[in-house]
């Protein structure tokens, strides 16, 4: 008996990045398009009425009003803070200090690291989140909690330890040492474990001794095909304390340079106030920014200018990123949203089709994982999301008068959120559909 499943619906994918190509060379549309799966895998897409003659017996399930789109893939962002969504903010190290770092502390115990992971990846799943690049806390637990709980389900997800040993909780600061052991103990544990992959996760420049980041700087050259994550030059005071405790340092993305941590699969949240030369040196080295719009809102970081990235003579590879729990929204949709609103306040606005380009195929580039993740093709790993066009009243009336498919995609970034996701699968299993 075949194992194939097949979904039916309207389908949006991109093969090429429409900054820098016209897009109809980069972008794949079927108004009735059919996905077939099997064994974890996009095995057909295209038109049905090309596909369906070749299905026989196989399954097709049907979404009216909607469109499938490769799963989103989210590439920055902090489960343990899944607690403490909506806190007030103030600015960002006043909100570490009085929020997070108290949060994090809970993470020491194994059952509420799994608690908090359980919650975090469903709510992963109700917003068409299929993937997604996560800091845990500096407990070791907290890592294998996140783990085993996206191995329930076969998800594609990349994490890790994070490190601190200063300007920190007590609680919450481990060593040089234990920074490298730990996390090369988890990395010998979860690497390539199944759909797992390891993220080397200095929290940032603030919280690391220069001992701590020779160690970590160790343990990226030990092991070069894992990701590594941290934060670049998210709000200006920052960029100054960096300044201060790295007056040998040109800057703030010199200070991670100098220890090998930028090169392809390093991402660095948010990179609001880059400078032209760290810019270059992000091109150069392949590092990827993480856009967080919605926590850089929040926080009062400022807002990232996403085409001055895209620049052709020195491109910046960009992920989207919910920065939870800054980020005040599990949804992509709704991080497109504020992504909108940051580009126009830098007087830099993209269409909606860019926009979903950034939160699929852009964000698998940005992670070096375009080969597997963040298109519709066959081969490619079977992460979808199914979006229902007309998920409240005021969004099925405004459907009513949109012209083109640029406007329907405008209406869904900015109107929905996750009542708009009408199923998410991941490895060709439906593991979210709405009720």
């Known amino acids: 008996m075949s194992t194939k499943t097949a979904i039916r619906g309207a389908m949006l994918t991109f093969k090429k990045d429409p900054f820098f190509h016209d897009m109809s060379e980069c972008m794949v549309y079927e108004s009735d398009a059919i996905v077939v799966m099997e064994d974890g895998k996009i095995v057909q897409a295209g038109a049905a009425s090309q596909i369906l003659p070749t299905l026989g017996d196989v399954p097709v399930k049907a979404y009216t009003d909607s469109i499938i789109v490769p799963g989103f893939i989210d590439s ?8 403490m969504i909506a806190a007030y903010g103030e600015q960002l190290i006043d909100w570490l200090n009085n929020y997070t770092f108290i949060a994090e502390q809970g993470f020491a115990s194994k ?26 806390t500096i407990f070791p637990q907290s890592v ?14 990349m994490a890790g330890k994070v490190c601190m040993d200063r300007n920190a909780p007590p609680e919450l600061l481990d060593t040089a040492q234990r920074a490298y052991d730990e996390s090369k103990a988890l990395i010998q544990k979860w690497h390539k474990n199944g759909r797992a992959e390891y993220v080397i996760t200095p929290r940032f420049i603030p919280t690391s001794t220069p001992e701590q980041m020779e160690a970590v700087g160790a343990l990226a050259m030990e092991f070069p095909d894992t990701l590594i994550q941290s934060h670049v030059s998210e709000n200006v005071n920052e960029v100054a304390w960096v300044k201060e405790l790295c007056p040998e340092a040109q800057d703030y993305t010199d200070a991670y340079a100098k220890y090998g941590l930028l090169r392809d699969r390093a991402i660095y949240g948010h990179g609001i106030h880059l400078t032209e030369r760290e810019l270059n040196v992000f091109s150069e080295t392949g590092a990827a920014i993480a856009h967080c719009p919605t926590s850089n809102f929040f926080l009062g970081s400022g807002c990232l200018n996403v085409k001055k990235l895209k620049n052709a003579d020195r491109p910046v590879r960009i992920g989207l990123a919910t920065d939870l729990g800054a980020g005040t929204s ?24 860019h926009a979903f380009y950034l939160a699929s195929r852009g964000t698998a580039e940005a992670l070096r994982l375009s080969d597997k993740i963040g298109s519709i093709e066959p081969g490619m790993e079977a992460d979808l999301a199914v979006i229902n066009l ?45 009720q």
Request: glycine fraction near 2%.
């Open 76 to 83: 920055h962002v902090h489960y343990p803070q899944t607690e």
């Open 111 to 136: 059952d509420h690291a799994a608690e908090v992971a359980e919650v975090f990846i469903k709510e992963q799943f109700r917003n068409g989140v299929t993937s997604s690049t996560v800091y845990c």
């Open 144 to 157: 294998d909690a996140l783990f085993e709980e996206a191995a329930k389900h076969n998800m594609r997800v």
């Open 330 to 353: 599990f949804s992509i949709l709704q991080t497109m949203n504020e992504a909108y609103k940051a580009a126009q306040m830098n007087n830099a606005p993209y269409s909606s089709l």
């Open 390 to 434: 007309k998920s409240t009243p005021i969004i099925d009336y405004r459907m009513r008068y949109a012209k083109s498919l640029e406007e329907v995609l405008f209406i869904q970034m900015t109107l929905a959120d996750d009542r708009a996701i009408a199923a998410t699968y991941v490895a060709g299993k439906e593991v979210y559909a709405a």
